[in-house]
C-alpha cells in the first residue's frame, strides 16, 4: 500500500490552475491511471487557449463550485455533486465562470 498526504504532495501551478497528481507514474512506471485533485479558480479557463485531449479516459468528481465545459462539441454544467466521463481522445475544455474556486477529484485511466 502507498499512502500520500495531500499537503506533502508537490503542487503544479499552470494556466492558473492548482494541481496535485497524487498517483500515476511517480508512484508506478507503468501505472495505467493517474489520480489527483485540482482546483480552478473564478475566472480561469482550462486549457487557457484551445481544447485538450487525453490518451485515457478521464473521471472527474466536482467536489465543491462547478465549472462551464465543452466536450466533444456540446456544451455541459458539471457542478458540486456531479461526476463526469470524458472519453480518451475526445477535445475538451471547461471555465470556471463562477464566484468561488471549483475543487475537483480526477482520474484518467489509459485504455
Given at each position: 500500500m502507498k499512502?500520500?498526504?495531500?499537503?506533502?504532495?508537490?503542487?503544479?501551478k499552470r494556466s492558473g490552475i492548482i494541481m496535485k497528481t497524487l498517483f500515476g507514474e511517480n508512484v508506478d512506471k507503468d501505472a495505467k491511471v493517474t489520480f489527483g485533485i485540482v482546483v480552478v479558480p473564478p475566472g480561469t479557463r482550462v486549457p487557457a487557449e484551445g481544447a485538450g485531449a487525453h490518451d485515457g479516459d478521464e473521471y472527474s468528481l466536482i467536489l465543491k463550485g462547478s465549472l462551464l465545459s465543452v466536450s466533444g462539441g456540446k456544451e455541459y454544467r458539471v457542478s458540486e455533486g456531479q461526476a463526469a466521463f470524458i472519453p480518451a481522445g475526445e477535445e475538451h475544455w471547461s471555465i470556471n465562470d463562477g464566484n468561488e474556486d471549483c475543487e475537483i477529484v480526477w482520474a484518467i485511466i489509459k485504455r
Open positions: 499512502i500520500v498526504t495531500v499537503a506533502d504532495v508537490e503542487t503544479e
